[in-house]
């Protein structure tokens, strides 16, 4: 790591900055793609092209290409985060806010937690940690209960249901970057996991019959941008923002932008997409913040924040 003297403060700040607010703010221009474009298909094409040119770039730095059993590897990662996660992120943004959305993704935390105690038993189950759970599961309560007598509209049920099977997916995946054989570049391994991603995701938006009524013609400006966006500025620039942080700053850090992200969303979302910004929103937001922070600083949640940090969202 680069001692902090010799690198410029604003740099630091520009790149926290970017992972900060441009991921934040991915989430609200996913729900604009998607009100014209089919959901797998937008998400196809982002991961295809910020793969192709994140592996087109490091190959042309001199990196070598992924071996064949890491392929494989790849190969399995792509369909857990690009297809079950990010494919099912796009879907349920059809149904549910973009803010709340990024606020159920957040729990990605809590099933890492989860896992790591139930199914590898590498972490063991502690007071604090069972309360951050509780916390978390109360939050994801209060967005979907249709019971609780909460100011504000209760999220769609399918599409909170999506989100938390994203949620699990990723965490599954997080496990699995520990066990598999992986490229020793991280961006050779992002930018491979993205394009492979991107090619399966395209294999399941014709599989839906995506292309049966989608027309590119009727497509507005405004939808082709936040494409234009999320691939440049939402995988090409805060995946080189992510990477320059890794190497200049610690994990814990660089991983606090797993309960920035959702906050910055929310804001979006309301100021921008006019979204709604009522008490169940925000005791949710809150409760699911809490219970983020709590388990990515207590003792066990160190190797889960860490693990999180492997690949970002």
């Known amino acids: 790591m680069e001692a902090a003297s010799h690198r410029p403060t604003w740099k630091t700040l520009l790149a926290f900055a970017i992972i900060y607010f441009v991921w934040g703010s991915t989430f609200l221009a996913i729900r604009v793609g998607v009100r014209e474009v089919p959901p797998f298909l937008l998400a196809a ?4 092209i910020a793969g192709a040119v994140l592996c087109g770039w490091t190959i042309a730095r001199g990196e070598r290409s992924p071996n064949g059993r890491q392929w494989a590897s790849l190969a399995l990662l792509a369909v857990l985060i690009f297809v079950l996660d990010y494919g099912l992120l796009f879907w349920a943004e059809q149904r549910v806010p973009s803010g709340v959305a ?4 957040a729990t990605i935390p809590a099933f890492m937690a989860v896992s790591e105690i139930v199914f590898l038993r590498t972490q063991r189950l502690t007071l604090r940690l069972a309360l951050a759970l509780l916390i978390g599961i109360g939050g994801v309560l209060v967005l979907a209960s249709r019971s609780l007598n909460v100011d504000g509209t209760p999220i769609d049920r399918v599409g909170a249901v999506a989100l938390i099977f994203a949620s699990m997916s990723w965490s599954v995946a997080s496990a699995l970057m520990r066990k598999l054989p992986l490229p020793a570049s991280k961006t050779m391994s992002s930018g491979a996991q993205m394009f492979a991603g991107g090619m399966f995701l395209g294999l399941t938006s014709v599989g839906l019959g995506e292309f049966r009524n989608f027309h590119p013609s009727n497509v507005s400006r405004g939808a082709w941008l936040s494409l234009l966006y999320l691939i440049v500025a939402g995988s090409i620039m805060g995946f080189t923002a992510y990477v320059w942080l890794l190497h200049h700053e610690s994990p814990t850090k660089v991983g606090t932008y797993a ?8 804001l979006v979302g309301y100021f921008l997409g006019g979204e709604a910004l009522n008490l169940r929103t925000i005791l949710g937001s809150l409760f699911v913040l809490i219970s983020v922070v709590v388990i990515t600083t207590t003792r066990a949640g160190q190797a889960i924040a860490g693990a999180f940090v492997e690949d970002p969202g």
Do not use: E, K, S, T
Request: aromatic share 12%; no cysteine.
């Open 102 to 105: 990024a606020v159920m993704m």
């Open 259 to 266: 309960y920035v992200n959702p906050v910055v969303a929310v």
């Open 45 to 48: 094409m982002r991961f295809l």
